[in-house]
């Protein structure tokens, strides 16, 4: 199944190598290693699943993170203040069924840099002119 992303009015298909230098980048970024684990989760959620977007619970996040609840909800809360997520709040209420999922992804201006990268790349080895 191929993923596509459209930026500066050309669609490219996104691959592996572009992932995994989304990964890099968020690894490489100047912050908190709690901060890095939820990033790269939703970067795993998202684009590792061939989405922009993907809901979220608090619990998937403490699974997949080992942190505690309040140590997920700062380190989401400061994720969005660097404004390095987004998020689209549930509204589902105060339940723990998937309407309560909020949606996550990786902020636009991070992917941009990201497909700033992979492009360079690929234009210098040819893969795309």
């Known amino acids: 199944m191929a993923f596509y992303i459209t930026y500066d009015s050309i669609e490219y298909e ?15 970024l100047n912050i908190k290693p709690n901060e890095k684990s939820i990033m790269i989760f939703i970067a795993r ?6 989405k922009l977007t993907d809901h979220i619970g608090i619990q998937e996040f403490i699974y997949n993170s080992m942190l505690k609840e309040v140590a ?7 994720l969005l203040y660097q404004n390095l997520i987004k998020k689209n709040q549930s509204v589902g209420g105060k339940t723990k069924s998937r309407s309560r999922f ?28």
């Open 102 to 129: 909020s949606e996550y992804a990786i902020n636009d201006q991070v992917m941009c840099k990201v497909l700033d990268i992979w492009i360079d790349i690929k234009m210098e080895n040819k893969f795309i002119s």
């Open 72 to 78: 997920v909800k700062n380190t989401i809360k400061s």
């Open 14 to 28: 996104i691959d592996y190598f572009f992932e995994s230098l989304l990964y890099r980048y968020i690894i490489d």
């Open 45 to 50: 959620k998202t684009i590792g699943f061939k």
